[in-house]
């Protein structure tokens, strides 16, 4: 059992890269597109650093870093643009936290 936040995936305005963690790399391949796309447009709307992490009980949460220099960083608008994304993506978000609770937790789903 996961005692520690998992990282799924993040993306880096500072250096310009995005991460999968290799955990997942049996995801398909749509959703894993769409993860990047996701990530990416936020880090390049917004800026700083965002990373989408599971905790211990398997929900996905969003964290976001950034430079306490970076002037460019927009606080407010990264609120915004997570509340929107979690509206936007709302079935993906949920199907990724129910795939880790079946798959890395053992969990059983409520149909069983």
Do not use: H, W
């Not at 890269?17 to 880090?43: A, G, H, W």
Request: hydrophobic share 35%; proline share 1%; net charge negative.
């Amino acid at each position: 059992m996961y005692q520690d936040k998992i990282v799924l995936c993040g993306s880096n305005a500072y250096e310009k890269k995005y991460y999968l963690n290799e955990d997942f790399s049996n995801l398909p391949e749509r959703v894993k597109q769409e993860l990047q796309i996701m990530c990416v447009l936020y880090t390049e709307e917004v800026g700083g650093i965002l990373t989408l992490v599971y905790d211990e009980d398997g929900n996905l949460e969003f964290e976001v870093n950034y430079d306490e220099g970076d002037l460019l960083f927009d606080e407010i608008g990264s609120v915004l643009k997570i509340k929107e994304l979690r509206e936007q993506k709302k079935d993906l978000l949920e199907a990724l936290e129910m795939y880790f609770k079946v798959f890395f937790l053992g969990l059983e789903t409520d149909g069983e």
